[in-house]
Structure formats: structure tokens, C-alpha cells
């Protein structure tokens, strides 16, 4: 009994383990994703926009099966921060890491589906709602203004990365006018 009973103690750790290690990656992940690619990189650069905000988009192109570089690097660098932790987190709990990773990569193709006109189910979208998960709906508020809807997977990061877009369009701004004032 007594090895029956530490037996299920064992387990219950390593679910707990694996579903906090896959929370972590997931959390960790898109905050580093949104704060240091994808917002600096609307503001900055061209080449998100270019790629991910582009009129001749297609849902192929977003579920990563295109040989267009361009795109898989774009995918790249989005999906770089998922894996940074993964050597130490690895170490905690690797079916966690593994969970983790495998539902960041699902939600990357079911948060494109707008594209191929689904429509999330009404059970589906109060549940999203409730864990502050990012529907495709919503994702697809992103694609079509820039200044919408941030947080890949999770919605909490919209605010505060509107208020980053917002302060590095304003370092942009000041930087150009002091070169153009430099140059006058
Ligand atoms: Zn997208
Ligand atoms: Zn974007």
C-alpha cells in the first residue's frame, strides 16, 4: 500500500511537472517573442510586415509548408525564443518541453485558419476567453492592422506591447528628427 501510494505521489509530481514546464515555455516564449521580434520588428524593420502582414498571403505561407526563406526565416526567428529554455527546462521535465513545444507549434497553424474561413466554435471561444488564449479571430485583427491585437498565444500581452509599440515609435520619431535636425 504504502509503495502503491508513493508510486501515485511520483506521478502526480511529474504531471504537475510537465504541465507547469509547458505553461512556463509557453508564457516565456511569447513574451520574448512579442517584446523583442515581433513588436521591435514592426517598428524597425520590414521584413515581419513584408512577410507576415503582406497582401499576397496565403495559408500555406503561414503553415511554414513554403519554400520561400524569406517566410521560414520569419517563422524562424518567431518560434526562435520557444527554444532558448529548452536545455534547462529539458532538465525539469522533457515530456513537459516536449508538450510545450508541439501546442506552440499547433496554435502557430490553428491561429492562421482564418484564412481558410474557420470559425471557432462559440465553447471554444469562451474557453480561450477564460485562459487568455489568442483565437484565430483575433489573430486575424493582427494581420489586417498592425497596431491591434498583440500576443501570439496569449491575449494578456496585447496592452503591454501596444505601450512598447507605442514608446519605440516614439524613439523612432525622435532619432530621425535629431539626424534631420543634424543634418540642417
Ligand atoms: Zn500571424
Ligand atoms: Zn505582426
Known amino acids: 500500500m504504502i509503495k502503491l501510494a508513493s508510486v501515485g505521489e511520483e506521478l502526480d509530481v511529474f504531471i504537475v511537472k510537465a504541465f507547469l514546464v509547458a505553461t512556463f515555455l509557453l508564457v516565456i516564449g511569447d513574451a520574448i517573442s512579442t ?3 515581433h513588436v ?40 526562435l525564443p520557444y527554444f532558448i529554455f529548452v536545455p ?32 471557432t466554435p462559440k465553447q471554444v471561444k469562451l474557453l480561450c476567453k477564460l485562459l487568455f488564449i489568442t483565437t484565430p479571430e483575433r489573430h486575424c485583427l493582427h494581420h489586417k492592422n498592425a497596431n491591434l491585437a498583440y ?30 535636425t543634424k543634418q540642417t
Open 35 to 37: 517584446f523583442l521580434y
Open 88 to 119: 534547462w527546462l529539458w532538465n525539469i521535465s522533457p515530456l513537459g518541453t516536449i508538450i510545450g513545444l508541439i501546442l506552440g507549434e499547433l496554435h502557430v497553424v490553428w491561429r492562421h485558419v482564418s484564412i481558410i474561413k474557420w470559425k
Open 40 to 79: 521591435p520588428e514592426h517598428v524597425f524593420g520590414k521584413f515581419h510586415s513584408l512577410v507576415h502582414h503582406g497582401k499576397n498571403r496565403s495559408f500555406v505561407h503561414y503553415a511554414v509548408l513554403t519554400r520561400n526563406p524569406l517566410v521560414l526565416l520569419d517563422g524562424f526567428l518567431g518560434a
Open 151 to 180: 500576443g501570439d498565444i496569449f491575449t494578456f500581452y496585447d496592452y503591454p506591447a501596444r505601450l512598447w509599440l507605442k514608446f519605440l515609435v516614439f524613439l523612432k520619431v525622435k532619432y530621425k528628427q535629431t539626424m534631420t
